[in-house]
């Protein structure tokens, strides 16, 4: 085994912690996927360590220390040493972007910045990477998670932007002072780091104009619903003849564009061009753990390109006995007792029924209904008896149901 | 600048031809991207080129031959000379991929497919790269695009199974011999990829339980709507307690699942871990254009890992004079000719109106609408006037809305 890549952390908040735990916790997982174990060198906060010697002795620095001066003076010194820098401060990059890609390009080192936009969801990786050279006509999406937690939660309660914030507040999901995030600022920063990969220009902040949600209203929502729409604070950058335009505005969605679904504290962005059509990623904005192991994977990427071997565990069994949830169909004859007797072979097989929908009469008779999740073999077993009921006019059918809830 | 990378293509159809405009076409991007330029120093088809000699002069091979008998004796030799292999070939990764991983590690080399699994949507590199090591719990679905197409539009339009087939047929989201995409095998050879890079599993194609489409009826998507469902063909890799399960198979979801929405000929898959909670990537399955944008994807990745400088473009202006449709909402006194006058000033400044609600009467009437895509200063210039109408009892407040139609 090679020597561990030794790991400078500035800054030991939420996320600092979180990946504090993922390094030592993962050892053997990023061992098994690097050739080589990770090990944090130095940390760097308000009471202990210091940078000239963090820096010596590590071989990359990971910045989470926020704020944007002492950020980008121990990143500018880092790149100029060579050495790798991962970070996750969206205001350092959209600021000092320019400065700092120009600094790791003559070091031959990388900048890395995933966890700066939309926390886990691999937006900056999905830009620069999968699809090579290819120029992007626009990029939009939700990249704030309180705002979209407020909207959800505005629309589907009925309350107000007041309400809504406070609970926001209540559930972590917006900060005690949530100014920069309910403006559309926080947006604005992320957009302007997008729209600068997407097109390569040089986009500066004071060019991203921004509007916020302050001043929706309880009946716009109620309207839009009327109209079929959802509202959403978008960030839009776009490539139009003569240049661009990069914006984050409240705006609302018909059913069928790409982010209308996407409901409560979670991000997507959607990247468009001819070549690719468009491809959407999606997940949680935030939250240590998430940002943390945007993180690693950028401290994975640095060590490895991601291409190679890939690492297999001793032979895990693959089980047959599984549970599932499920749609049963029934053409059965319009007689008393049919769902009674259908409802006793099913619950004493211990298969319990979620909705039923009985329809038609006589010959159109159908017995339609969705049972909980439940073992296979149950059910089956249930389903075989239930085909031999006299009542039954052709065989049952049946498809399985994805049954848990999601965000 | 270096020497171009030059490029053996194994096999010129759809894909390879698409895959050479992208690298004649691109050359400035990929070359600003890379640090040098992409070359195809030669073409095997069945009618020309030597593999042997294609090999000795290439720095690495694109394989998108199909087929596994060919394509693994060459792809297999690629990577035992130490250069690094690109592939779109499903069946092939599969059926070999312990044999073709374990070659790349012991030669030091690369093999990238991203194009096998779900075409242009980066799940690969999602799933290999972008949160480090994380063990994922759960990878699910929907990898084939002519399955989801057919079951779109036996929900949408009430076709019977064999109708939606012919329609895909027509429309080129189907083969003329379907088999592979109905019964479920696509899929099933693509989760078996998915869920050994998710697990770090052994999992062959033989241990992937599948069913396929053939036998939903229409009446079983009616009901469905009632419940509230939507009907997918998913892919389901998930760790249990003691071993794993790798299957395919139609089912029901929920509105809130993340793959609900998933229309038409689009894949999407989710993965999940407690450390990221679910990310999702969508986007188009298949396409000549698309999957030859994910091959050059790989290409770069294996030139340059995507973390070095941006190249910035000389100054791109950024506009403000755009377009937008928007929701104007009205309180309004309930008089009679408010419409009308409001309807006037909206037309004399170009805006047209899409849809209205009137809406309360006295002292509750309002007046909702959503007006057409139009230049943002003409609609504020309209806004502006009908704000001086003695009719309002508030200003007008206006929220703009994405119109555009998606697929």
Redesign the interface.
Known sequence: MSDPLKIGLLGRGTVGSALEE?VAG?RP??E??CGRPFEIAGVLTTSEGDFDQILAESDVIVELIGGVDDARRYVLAALEAGK?VVTANKQLVARY??EL??A???A?????F?AAVAG???II??I????????FTRVFGIVNGTTNFILTEMASTGASYEEALSRAQELGYAEADPTEDVNGADAAAKMAILA??A?????TLD?V?FEGIE???P??LA??R??G?S?KL?GVA?R?E??????V??????P???L??V?GPFNAVTVE????????????GA?G??T???V???????VD?????????S??????A?E?SF?L?LEVEDVPGVLAEVARLLSSAGVSVR?V?Q?GMGDEA?L?M?VHRCPEDAFLTAVAEIAGLDYMRSPP?F?????E???
């Open positions: 993922l993962r997982e990023i098994a996927a790798p972007g320019d890609f120009a790791a390009a003559a031959g080192t990388e900048l890395r995933e886990v969801v691999p990786r999905t620069r990477e999968a699809f090579g050279s290819v120029p600068r990969l097109f390569h220009a040089p986009v060019q104009s001043s929706v209203q009946d716009d309207y839009a009327e109209l729409l509202l978008l776009e139009l003569g240049g661009l335009t990069v914006r505005f409240p705006c609302f969605l018909y069928g564009h790409p209308a679904p409901e061009a001819p070549e690719i059509t468009e491809v959407t990623v999606s997940g949680p939250g753990p998430q943390a192991a945007a690693l994977g950028d401290l994975i990427s640095i390109g991601g291409g190679g071997g890939e690492p297999v565990e032979e895990i069994p693959v089980l047959d599984v599932s749609y169909h909705s929908v329809k159908r339609v969705v059918r498809i399985r149901v994805i049954e809830e999601f965000v």
